[in-house]
């Protein structure tokens, strides 16, 4: 509230300024030295001096906000300048047209060299508006992107550091020691297994996207380490019919791991994650039975970090939405360069 009360200020200032600034315009003679004789006259041509300036300037200056909504000058700059340019003489033309169509009324008004004339100041104060906007834009997209490129390898770094975490480790070797006792076949495999989990990880550190295929292999791998760790507690099902595109890497694996530590994973509450394509996503939704406490600390890498991972690879956003029943997180398919 607070804040509207500031725009509302501001725009109030900027208006009486405008309109001063037209009055003393007027007085000084500058836009009509031979308009008025008496006092009437010249607060009639001062009324439409002001007037003039606040349609040019903060009509043309809502215009070019509301534009620069609907086109980028980043994506567009081109196309964004000749749009800009063109509806802000469409609209001064106009916004003259009619002020001085009203004003002929009252006084001698000289409607063609008026347009002439607002269109010609209108459109040097635009071209140092749509230069300052372009610049302005331009920078904050440098800095934005260089946020996100920042924000992407801590997020990976962060990715790289969850994998070789002791409790990883520990969980995995626990396995593994029972394993060998057990089926040394299956330890064999087992620890096959874990050195294409850690081998994919120490690839794909300097990767942004990688192909889904490659992904969803090493995601076959991982889900192998925590089957024989859980056994049937736990269900993956992934069902994929293309391979074509890209994910950021290690995205799904983080998904997955974020399910079984925050959710309860035994015999009577099976924990239960699908893997799946939907509409240019790639979906990852889990039965909902959250843990009352989250036994393994968090090593940083969550959720946040896959979306601003995304922010910075993607024009679409990271999809997430839960129930009562079902936590769903959608990553959006990426073209691989």
């Not at 200056?61 to 509301?66: E, G, K, M, P, V």
């Not at 749009?83 to 802000?88: E, I």
């Not at 520990?170 to 050195?195: G, H, T």
């Not at 406490?293 to 690879?313: D, H, M, Q, T």
């Amino acid at each position: 509230m607070a804040l509207d009360r500031k725009i509302i200020w501001r725009e109030v200032r900027d208006i009486v300024i405008l309109m001063l600034v037209g009055i003393l315009m007027t007085w000084a003679g500058v836009t009509c030295r031979n308009c008025y004789d008496n006092s009437r006259e010249f607060w009639i041509v001062a009324s439409f001096t002001a007037l003039m300036w606040v349609l040019l300037w903060k009509g043309n200056s809502y215009l070019a906000d509301y534009i620069s909504t609907k086109m980028s000058w980043i994506d567009q700059p081109g196309k964004r300048f000749l749009v800009g340019l063109v509806a802000t003489i469409t609209y001064t033309f106009l916004a003259m047209y009619i002020l001085g169509a009203i004003y002929t009324l009252s006084f001698k008004f000289n409607l063609t060299a008026g347009i002439t004339y607002s269109v010609i100041i209108t459109i040097i104060i635009s071209l140092f508006m749509h230069s300052r906007a372009f610049l302005i834009n331009w920078k904050q997209s440098v800095v934005t992107a260089e946020q996100l490129k920042r924000e992407s390898i801590a997020a990976k770094y962060e990715s790289l550091k969850n994998q070789v975490n002791p409790h990883f480790l520990f969980n995995s070797f626990n396995a593994l020691s029972n394993l060998v006792y057990e089926d040394q076949d299956k330890a064999v495999k087992f620890i096959k297994q874990l050195s294409e989990v850690y081998r994919y990880v120490l690839d794909t550190r300097e990767k942004e996207v990688v192909p889904l295929a490659d992904e969803l292999k090493f995601l076959n791998s991982y889900i192998y380490l925590q089957k024989i760790r859980f056994a049937d507690k736990l269900s993956i099902e992934i069902s994929i019919n293309t391979i074509k595109g890209g994910v950021a890497p290690l995205a799904l694996q983080m998904l997955i791991e974020n399910a079984i530590k925050h959710n309860v994973v035994s015999e009577d509450d099976p924990l239960t994650v699908k893997v799946f394509e939907d509409k240019g996503f790639i979906v990852v939704e889990n039965n909902l039975q959250k843990k009352t406490s989250i036994g393994e600390p968090s090593a940083g890498v969550g959720l946040e970090n896959i979306c601003k991972r995304y922010e910075f690879l993607s024009s679409n956003n990271v999809e997430v939405s839960n129930n009562s029943k079902t936590f769903v997180v959608k990553l959006p398919l990426l073209t691989l360069s």
